[in-house]
């Protein structure tokens, strides 16, 4: 069993992969710390265009950016070559954030007062992106009345305030306005940054894929779970604004962008896994397509192939969802039933019997489901049911990822 990721990293990863950041670097004894900013934004997946003003050139060298960015950096409104079609413009509209670290006194009274003198200066007059300072100044210069006018005036117009800290400073001086470390103000970019929408501040726990049940070490029972429609499901929830740990089987698909992955073999595994995964969960959806036995005593070394028949004993593997239902009498749950008979009767019972909120039930075999790229589900909970048509497992996903918001809303009115 492995993870992709850290605990402690991946909600920071799964609001950040893919994310566009200009980072405006001001000048300042901090701006060294704005080297390791770039890097710490770039571990977590996010894209960084460095734009440079001329006093930051004077503590640390354009090259040091471009090394670390992979991007050249930018420092001038008369770049010749840049500015030949507007670039300036082209690159206030290119970041999702625009973050200031350092902001200098000088930086923050220009926003202040909308001057637009500088190629930064300018991005920020020109862009309608959300903007966020880290001041760095001298203790004195932080206290100054027309400091914290100008952070008042800024802070009115929404631009968000990250820090000061207060600690020693290179003056030699003790105080407030120290800026904030790396780490501190990536979190604090991954928390502007993460999703919003009806599943905001929610962590849902999701299974997907088959699970394998080992008979020898080179053979085991599975089935035809692809685990398409889990891991579809797990980057809808994401973009609804939630925080997903997909625990999965043996697949072959790409990690969802955004989630937390715990890999899994067996049903055992994927017990504990997802035990584990649901401390401080909200949600847990089962998708995983679970085996119901396993080998009672798997073979230390490879059955050779003797006689014409050979018999296995099997044992029954635990419930998941029953299991953690019993744990937790108040976690949401919503449980999938995949069935070639009776359909809305065999959902129902599971439905009763797990004690769960939801279940979504599809009919498979006969080319339906497993290994496809489309499924239809219908969904029933206690007093209400609803189906979802025939579409992409993609879009089939939003679909379910919507209602199970819904209803998880109503079960908390």
Excluded at 15 to 20: E, K, S, V
Excluded at 78 to 91: S, V
Aim: proline share 6%.
């Amino acid at each position: 069993m492995s993870e992709s990721t850290s605990p402690s990293a991946a909600p920071v990863a799964a609001t950040l992969y893919g994310r566009r950041i200009l980072l405006g670097v001001c000048g300042g004894i901090a701006a060294y710390k704005a080297a390791d900013l770039v890097r710490r934004l770039q571990d977590a997946g996010a894209e960084v265009q460095v734009v440079m003003t001329a006093s930051a050139q004077r503590f640390v060298t354009a090259q040091t950016f471009q090394a670390l960015s992979g991007r050249p950096v930018r420092s001038s409104l008369w770049d010749e070559a840049a500015e030949a079609a507007m670039g300036h413009i082209e690159l206030a509209r290119w970041p999702d954030l625009i973050v200031i670290a350092p902001a200098s006194a000088n930086t923050i009274a220009r926003l202040a007062h909308g001057l637009a003198d500088d190629l930064l200066s300018t991005l920020c007059l020109a862009s309608d992106k959300p903007i966020a300072i880290a001041p760095a100044m001298n203790r004195l210069m932080w206290a100054n009345p027309a400091t914290q006018a100008n952070l008042h005036t800024l802070n009115h117009r929404g631009v968000h305030q990250l820090g000061p800290g207060s600690g020693g400073q290179a003056c030699g001086e003790v105080g407030e306005g120290r800026m904030w470390e790396p780490l501190q103000i990536r979190d604090a970019v991954a928390n502007l940054l993460r999703p919003t929408g009806p599943l905001s501040n929610t962590r849902v726990v999701i299974t997907a894929g088959p699970t394998r049940e080992p008979i020898d070490p080179v053979r085991f029972i599975t089935n035809r779970s692809s685990g398409k429609m889990g891991y579809a499901l797990a980057s809808s929830l994401t973009r609804l604004g939630a925080e997903v740990t997909l625990v999965s089987g043996p697949t072959t698909l790409p990690t969802p962008h955004g989630v937390q992955r715990i890999d899994v073999e067996t049903a055992a595994q994927m017990l504990d896994a997802t035990r584990s995964a649901i401390a401080g969960a909200q949600i847990l959806v089962g998708t995983a397509a679970v085996a119901d036995y396993r080998s009672d005593a798997p073979a230390e070394h490879k059955i050779k192939k003797q006689a014409d028949q050979m018999a296995l004993s099997l044992v029954r593997n635990p419930d998941i969802l029953a299991t953690l239902r019993e744990a937790d009498p108040k976690l949401f749950i919503v449980g999938f039933a995949a069935e070639t008979e009776k359909l809305a009767e065999h959902a129902h019972g599971k439905l009763q019997r797990k004690k769960l909120d939801m279940i979504a039930a599809n009919w498979v075999g006969a080319g339906r489901a497993f290994d496809q790229d489309d499924n239809a589900l219908h969904v029933f909970w206690p007093g209400g049911e609803r189906e979802l048509p025939t579409a992409s497992k993609v879009d089939l996903a939003g679909a379910l990822a919507a209602l199970i918001a819904e209803r998880f809303h109503a079960s908390r009115g």
